[in-house]
Every structure is written in structure tokens, then in C-alpha cells.
């Protein structure tokens, strides 16, 4: 080996320059993912127009760059829709679909992995297997064959994304619940006579909180990614209802004649995924310096 | 693997595969009357029991599903409510497009993930190895159907030097095999770097370098093996993903696959091809399972007096 190689090997453990603590690239996702929030909360204030107005007379038209007007920013689709509009209500819908597809899951498979730990025995290997089947099976199947037998109407499609990740959740739950009462705050409790709902929900739940806290950033930005896979397909959110996946399948007809109705929809679901990557991994690292650097 | 161990996940498989077409039973039924769905709301009462007859569906609950289970056993999945063709054969005869396709994007993601992995691990903290994760980042937060629009635009409507739909010929294959295989390039490079970084600090490789083996041989005799085991197992959880991943881009590009065939029965209701499929999928990755399991021991000895292993 070089000793310029053996060089830079010595440096690796003892960076010269003193590490910049906010990276520009974990700034930007910063401001990116805020600005999402932004428009999450306020869509219909920001939104020029609302997303269902139509007027075949503007069909089709360019975003201001690539020579509209002003009146729509980022130009018009098939129906005459603003873009800018239908963009900021489908940033909501998505969203509002994963955070609830999210939250069901994490409930149910927080209930489901407490009911694990408690009751053992039977109870425990019946919900380990039904974990252990949804896991075999990819989950976009498993929601295309819900969809094929139910339909496709917006309550059922969150219950459905819902469905997505539940068993993580409850290996998770059943995995750390089973620790904890082992531990002396909860026997203790146990041993005061303290019911046993009191000790999970009062005890042992806020203990166990942040591992499923980061078990729900991690399922987030899935949920978010099947739930545009599905709309895409035309399978998942419908007109009128728009999401960002469903904008992007309907863009397709116009790729030849207006491609940014599909490709403005699509980069706004890939910024959001890699910035939620990008912030994970960066967190990730800050709260275990031994993994810095490593991407595992 | 030990015998106990086998028999624990051969008898947890069938059980998986058995809840799963369980499940398409009672979806079927409860998923409304397909033979309405078949003949519309305006058919005679005698041509809806005429069709209630063909497909056994005037029979007890109970004699239906243990026919069902019979059938599902001897491979018969029933008609296709569409054109009246086993749905068997619709799924055999887009199998093979799947399976190309399928192969082509697994194995050119794992082959690119590979290189650039352990090209990464080797160069750590350069800007090559910046440069591959940059990439590898790109390559999984890319959502497949919109990689798949942007390839269409440039290749073959801006460019026009690639198909964009179909199977005529063997260049229709390249976008969507690029699409499908992004995706995992870039999970199995990250995947790969970070394994190959833990295995190249174990006090063994220090050994090895100590007697002084070469750097090509210390890589790949003593890293790599190392490493295999993680990989392994990440390859074998991904093939769902590749699953999911093909019914998106055979859509995108028009590839006459399973995925496709999928999505159009979903939209026509026609629940004997999702079944079909859906049961077949389920198969699949079970016996995926079970040979990832085998693989293991096959090069990894500690595992074959593991008491415990899997899960």
C-alpha cells in the first residue's frame, strides 16, 4: 500500500476539518420537507385555483418557463385544471392518505404485538403467523387483491394502506414489550397489583414509545410510495379525488403533447422520498456516531 | 438445517399458503356476485341460473370451498370471467415475459450493486465512493413508474432510438429492465458497502493481511464470503419487491407479463386471474424462502448446527 493511501487510512478516525454540523444537503431536504408540511396544512389557501375547476378554452397550457402566462404558473392540463393547483390538493391527499394508512397500521399493530406479549401461548403464535404470512407476500399484491374484491372507494383504500406494515409494528411491540416486563419498573407495578392495561398503557407504552415513533418515519414514506404506485395503476385514489400518483397515470396520455402534467407530479413524489431518505440516514447517523459514515 | 427446523418451516409454508387461498375464498364471496358482474343486471333469471350452475355457485358454502381447495390443488383456478379461458393458462402464457423481464432487471441490479458496492467499501469516504452513493440514493428513491416515464421521454420520444411498448423485440426489453433494475442497484450497492465496511474490519482481515495476502485475494476470498450471508438474505427479501416493482413497470411499458395481466383483470373484476396470480405469487415466494434458508447453509457451516435459526 502507498502511503498516500496509508495516509488518508490514518485520517479516516481523526477528520482534520471540524465536521459541519447541518450538511447543506440535509438543509435543503429540511426546508423541502417543511415546505410539504406547508402546503399540507394550508393547500386550499396557497392553491390559485381549486383543483376540480375546468375550462376547455385553457387546455393544455405550458408552465410560465416554458412559455405560458402567469395566470397558470405551471401550466394546465387536459381539462383546463391548473396544475399549480391540482399539485398543491394532491401533495394533501397523498399525504393525508399516508398519514392515516400509517397511523391505522402502527395502531393496530401496536394492539396486536401487546396482545402478543401478554397473553402468550396460543394468542401469540396465531398473531406471529399472521404476521409471518403478510410478510411473505409483497403488500402491493396483497392490496391489489383487496381492491379487486372490495372496490375502490377512499375510506377502504386508507383502511387498505392500513393493512401496510401492521406486523412490523407488532414484532416490534410483542419484541419490546416482552423485555420491558421483565424489567423492574414493570414487575414492580405487577407486584403493587397495578392492572395489567395500567402498566402497558402508563408504563411500559411511554417506554417503548420512541422505537415505534421511528418505526413510523420508516413506514411513511412507503406508505406514501404504494399509495402513488396504486393511484398510478388507477387502482387507488380516483377522480375526482386526485393524489399525486393518480395526476402522474393521467399525465401519461399527454407525454407526447404536455409532458409536465406527469413529469411535475413525479418529481415532487421523488423529492419527498429522497429527502425522507436523505433526513433518515442523516439523523441516523447523528444519533449513532459509530455507524457515521458507514450508510448501513 | 436440521431436520426439526425443515419440518417447522415446511409445515409454517403450506400454512401460509393455505390462510392465503382461504383468503381469495372468502374474498370471492364477498366481493359481490360475479355473475352479475358477468351477464348485468339485465339478465333473465334463467340465464343467471344457467351461469350459477356452470361455475357451481348454487352449491352450500362449504361444498364450494372444499371444491375450491380440491381444485386449487389440481392447478385449476377456474375460468376467466372475461374470455372464458382457463385463468391458468392466461398467466402461462404471460409467465415467461415476467420471468425474462424479471431475471434481466435482478440479476443486471445485482451484478451493478455489487460492483459499485464493493468498489465503494474499498474507496471509502472518496468522492468515487460519494459519487456511487449519490447514485445508489437516486436509484431507490426514484419511484419505478416515474423512472419509467422520464426513460420514455427521452429514449423514445425525444431521442426515438428506443421502443417504448411491447415485447417485438429484444430492444423492447431495455427501458423496462433499466426501470426494474435501478431500484435494486442502488438497495443492493448501499446494502453491499456497508457489509463489505463491517467485514473489513474484523480482526481477520487484519490476519490475512498480516501473513501477507494480496489485496485482490484478501477481497475476494476472505471479504466477500464474509459478507454473503447478509446479502444473501437481502437478495432473497427483495425478490416481493421485484414482485410489486414488475406489475408497475409491465403497466409503464406495456410488457404482456403477469403484472399487466394483473391489472387488467383487477379492473374488469376478473377474479379467477387474480387468484391465479395471487396464489401463484404466494408459491413462489415461499419456495424463495425456503431455498434462501437452504443457500444458507450451504455456505455458511455455523448454521448448519444452529438450533435455531431464521427469524
Known amino acids: 500500500m502507498s502511503s498516500a493511501l496509508l495516509w488518508r487510512k490514518k485520517t479516516i478516525g481523526h477528520p482534520v476539518k471540524a ?17 410539504i408540511f406547508v402546503v399540507f396544512c394550508l393547500a386550499d389557501v396557497i392553491a390559485p385555483y381549486d383543483y376540480r375547476t375546468q375550462s376547455l378554452r385553457q387546455r393544455l397550457m405550458p408552465p410560465v418557463f416554458l412559455g405560458g402566462t402567469n395566470a397558470h404558473l405551471l401550466g394546465t392540463d387536459e381539462l383546463g385544471r391548473d396544475i399549480l393547483s391540482r399539485l398543491l390538493y394532491a401533495i394533501r391527499f397523498s399525504i393525508l392518505v399516508a398519514l392515516g394508512g400509517t397511523t391505522i397500521g402502527a395502531l393496530i399493530g401496536t394492539i396486536l404485538g401487546f396482545l402478543a406479549a401478554h397473553f402468550r401461548g396460543f394468542v401469540e403464535e396465531l398473531i406471529m403467523m399472521l404476521a409471518d404470512v403478510q410478510a411473505s407476500l409483497p403488500f402491493m399484491l396483497i392490496a391489489l387483491a383487496l381492491i379487486a374484491a372490495f372496490g375502490g ?3 377502504l383504500f386508507i383502511l ?14 410483542r419484541g419490546v414489550v416482552i423485555s420491558a416486563k421483565e424489567q423492574g419498573y414493570a414487575t ?6 397495578a392492572p395489567p392495561l395500567y402498566v402497558y398503557t402508563r408504563h411500559i407504552l411511554p417506554n417503548i414509545l420512541s422505537v415505534l415513533v421511528v418505526q413510523f418515519t420508516l413506514n411513511f414514506p412507503q406508505v406514501i410510495l404504494l399509495e402513488t404506485s396504486l393511484s398510478f395503476l388507477g387502482l387507488g385514489i380516483r377522480p375526482p379525488l386526485t393524489s399525486l400518483g393518480q395526476m402522474l397515470g393521467a399525465g401519461r396520455a399527454y407525454l407526447t403533447t404536455a409532458w409536465w402534467i406527469a413529469v411535475l407530479p413525479g418529481m415532487v413524489i421523488f423529492l419527498t422520498t429522497m ?3 436523505i433526513l433518515g440516514d442523516w439523523i441516523r447517523d447523528q444519533l449513532d456516531p459509530t455507524l457515521r459514515g458507514t450508510g448501513s | 438445517m436440521s431436520g426439526r427446523l425443515l419440518t417447522t418451516k415446511a409445515i409454517r409454508g403450506v400454512l401460509t399458503i393455505w390462510l392465503i387461498v382461504t383468503f381469495t375464498f372468502i374474498a370471492l364471496n364477498m366481493s359481490g356476485d360475479p355473475i352479475e358482474a358477468l351477464v348485468g343486471d339485465q339478465a333473465s333469471p334463467a340465464v343467471i341460473a344457467h351461469y350459477r350452475q356452470k361455475f357451481g355457485l348454487d352449491r352450500p358454502l362449504w361444498e364450494q370451498y372444499i371444491s375450491y381447495l380440491g381444485n386449487i390443488i389440481r392447478g385449476d383456478f377456474g375460468l376467466s370471467l372475461s374470455d372464458q379461458k382457463p385463468a391458468i393458462e392466461l398467466v402461462a402464457a404471460a409467465l415467461p415475459y415476467t420471468l425474462r423481464l424479471g431475471l434481466v432487471s435482478f440479476i443486471g441490479g445485482l451484478i451493478v450493486g455489487l460492483i459499485f458496492g464493493i468498489v465503494a467499501a474499498l474507496n471509502r469516504n472518496s468522492s468515487l465512493d460519494r459519487f456511487i452513493m449519490g447514485f445508489a440514493v437516486l436509484g431507490f428513491s426514484l419511484p419505478n413508474f416515474f423512472l419509467g416515464i422520464l426513460l420514455i421521454l427521452l429514449f423514445a420520444l425525444h431521442w426515438r432510438v428506443l421502443p417504448s411498448a411491447g415485447a417485438d423485440s429484444a430492444w423492447h426489453i431495455i427501458l423496462p429492465a433499466i426501470t426494474l433494475g435501478t431500484h435494486f442497484a442502488g438497495i443492493f450497492a448501499r446494502f453491499v458497502r456497508s457489509t463489505m465496511l463491517e467485514v473489513l474490519n474484523k480482526q481477520y482481515m487484519i490476519a490475512a493481511r498480516a501473513k501477507g495476502a494480496p489485496h485482490f485475494r484478501r477481497v475476494f476470498w476472505h471479504a ?14 427483495k425478490l416481493g419487491d421485484l414482485v410489486a416493482g414488475s406489475i408497475i413497470v409491465e403497466t409503464v411499458f406495456g410488457w404482456p407479463g403477469v403484472g399487466r395481466l394483473l391489472v387488467g383483470a383487477i379492473t374488469s373484476r376478473d377474479f379467477a386471474v387474480v387468484q391465479a396470480i395471487l396464489i401463484m405469487v404466494a ?9 434462501v434458508d437452504f443457500i444458507y ?9 444452529a438450533p435455531q435459526g431464521g427469524r
Do not use: Q
Request: proline share 5%; no cysteine.
Open chain 2, 283 to 291: 408459491v413462489t415466494m415461499v419456495l424463495t424462502n425456503f431455498a
Open chain 1, 160 to 173: 387498505i394502506m392500513g393493512f401496510y406494515g401492521w406486523e412490523v409494528f407488532a414484532r416490534l411491540t
Open chain 1, 275 to 277: 429527502s425522507i431518505s
Open chain 1, 19 to 35: 465536521e459541519k454540523r447541518y450538511p447543506i444537503i440535509v438543509v435543503l431536504t429540511m426546508a423541502f420537507l417543511l415546505a
Open chain 2, 224 to 237: 466477500l464470503p464474509n459478507a454473503a450471508i447478509p446479502i444473501i438474505t437481502i437478495v432473497g427479501l
Open chain 1, 188 to 193: 414492580a407495578m405487577i407486584a403493587l397489583g
Open chain 1, 153 to 155: 372507494s377512499f375510506v
Open chain 2, 297 to 305: 447453509t450451504l455456505i455458511d457451516p455455523r448454521m448448519r448446527t
